[in-house]
């Protein structure tokens, strides 16, 4: 009789220990993402909304020379449309910039997109930041924060990406910062061509505008797309009281929209 082979045992590697682990590590963090994500997920109609205050920005006529950034609308009455934006969007060419309205259906698929030409209002290269006048009144306005909301505050980012029309995307303010005053440090991915959009958190039922879209974090040549840097509330509101005291005050302009 021959004798019974022992019953055999798995044995994993180390190197595939570790993957199984980092896989299951992987696995609980995305689905904690999904559940938490969802308690801050804006409504169909509200995330709408959103885009639709956001403009491309483009910097000439000519494809071959053109750059992008984005824009977004601040202001909207008697015959005027404002759109802030950063400074070094418009920075190669302050007077032939072409805003690129777009609108959406009720979910969310284009519909049209309009251009039209920007006149430059007020710039800041210190800030990076600068206002342009539409003439024309436009439906859908930020509505502005009172303050920048504390770390771990969950954020959308609107930006046109170089290529597309704007793209939301979400993550939180991971710090705040003193770089350049009144800048913090968020999560939600930018790429190339998001500088000037916005940062949108929720306060109550609605979204409010807390910050814009500044700098891209580089490390080693290379873009870091889940980080980025942001100017708060208080940089942007600081420039646009600027603005309102000067150039808006003689054409009978108030205030902006805050809550």
């Known amino acids: 009789m021959h004798a019974q082979s022992p019953p ?4 994993l590697s180390a190197h595939t220990a570790r993957s199984f682990f980092l896989r299951v590590v992987l696995a609980t963090i995305l689905a904690t993402a999904v559940v938490v994500g969802s308690i801050y997920l804006p409504e169909p109609d509200q995330m709408v909304m959103l885009r639709q205050t956001v403009v491309v920005m483009l910097t000439s006529d000519d494809p071959k020379k053109r750059s992008q950034g984005t824009g977004t609308i601040v202001w909207s009455g008697k015959g005027y449309s404002f759109v802030l934006t950063n400074d070094h969007v418009i ?3 302050r007077h032939g910039v072409v805003v690129v309205v777009y609108k ?3 979910i969310g698929r284009l519909e049209r997109e309009r ?4 006149t430059l209002v007020r710039s800041s290269p210190d800030l990076d930041l600068a206002l342009l006048r539409l003439e024309e009144e436009l439906p859908h306005v930020a509505t502005l924060a009172q303050a920048s909301p504390p770390v771990f505050t969950p954020v959308y980012s609107i930006g046109g990406q170089i290529g597309f029309r704007p793209l939301v995307t979400k993550g939180e303010i991971a710090q705040a910062s003193d770089v350049g ?3 913090f440090l968020l999560s939600a991915p930018i790429m ?3 500088s000037g959009g916005a940062y949108y958190a929720r306060r109550g039922g609605r979204f409010e505008l ?5 700098r891209l974090i580089v490390y080693r040549r290379q873009y870091v ?12 509101g600081g420039f646009l009281a600027d603005c309102q005291r000067e150039e808006l005050n003689q054409m009978g302009i108030a205030a902006f929209a805050k809550n």
């Open 8 to 11: 055999r045992r798995t044995v």
């Open 91 to 93: 920075d190669t060419n």
């Open 104 to 106: 959406y259906d009720a």
């Open 115 to 118: 251009y039209l030409r920007a």
């Open 181 to 183: 005053g009144g800048m």
């Open 192 to 194: 190339p061509g998001s």
């Open 210 to 214: 807390v910050g814009v879209p500044t």
């Open 225 to 236: 797309p889940h980080l980025g840097l942001g100017l708060s509330i208080e940089a942007v």
